[in-house]
């Protein structure tokens, strides 16, 4: 038999001009597979000091269209992806900005950038767990209960070695209309 060649899906790029804190414009935009040694440069200190969850180059290259990153003057300054549970959960993941541009507007800009993503995805809620809390509620995310996301917790925190001493919140955004108070049967826990 014949094979027929596949047919070749084209996932749409991802390209936004934002403009910083200084009124500076920078680029965020699909990552390219030649650019996944910088992006891993990016965080590898948080990784080191344990701070970050490492990702391999071999799933990053493997999942280039779910990485964005922000450039300047052909840079790659920040980075940020995100990981798919299901049809409608994705997780924020591996936020990164390089150590002299923090503080620029980056960090909100990036977060802002993966959210819009994930509404082009047709993803209804966006997970992140982390310690810049107060970065993540000025982008609109709302904490919540780990436990509300057997998912990550299977695939993520069991394996990990900090599970028992985690200090990172569970923070989630709703792309659509949050549960009310009475679905979540008045402790956060969704029932
Ligand atoms: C966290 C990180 C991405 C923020 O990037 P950034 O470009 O400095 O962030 P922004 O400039 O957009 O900060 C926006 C605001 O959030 C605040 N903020 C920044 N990082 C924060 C943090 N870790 N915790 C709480 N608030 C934070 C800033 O103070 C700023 O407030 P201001 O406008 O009043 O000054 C960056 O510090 C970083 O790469 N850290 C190392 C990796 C990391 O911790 N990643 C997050 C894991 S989820």
Redesign the pocket.
């Known amino acids: 038999m014949i094979q027929q060649p596949s047919p070749t899906v084209t996932v749409p790029t991802f390209q936004k001009p934002v403009t910083?804190?200084q009124g500076d414009a920078v680029l965020i935009r699909t990552a390219r597979i030649s650019e996944v040694e910088d992006i891993r440069a990016?965080?590898e200190e948080?990784v080191r000091a344990g701070?970050?969850l490492p990702r391999s180059p071999h799933e990053m290259r493997a999942h280039i269209n779910d990485w964005l990153v922000a450039e300047e003057d052909g840079a790659v300054i920040?980075c940020v992806s995100l990981v798919f549970f299901n049809d409608e959960l994705c997780e924020?993941?591996?936020?990164?900005?390089?150590?002299e541009?923090?503080?620029?507007?980056?960090?909100?800009?990036?977060?802002g950038a993966a959210v819009e993503l994930a509404r082009l995805r047709g993803m209804r809620r966006v997970l992140?767990?982390?310690?810049?809390?107060?970065?993540?509620e000025?982008a609109g995310f709302r904490r919540d209960f780990l436990a509300n996301f057997p998912q990550k917790v299977w695939r993520d925190c069991r394996p990990c070695p900090l599970r028992h001493r985690c200090d990172?919140v569970a923070l989630i955004y709703y792309l659509d209309n949050p549960p009310s108070t009475a679905a979540t049967g008045g402790n956060g826990k969704h029932v």
């Open positions: 910083l804190k990016l965080f948080e701070r970050m920040g924020l993941r591996s936020l990164a900005v390089a150590p541009q923090q503080g620029r507007g980056l960090g909100l800009a990036l977060i992140s767990l982390t310690r810049a809390v107060e970065l993540f000025r990172e």
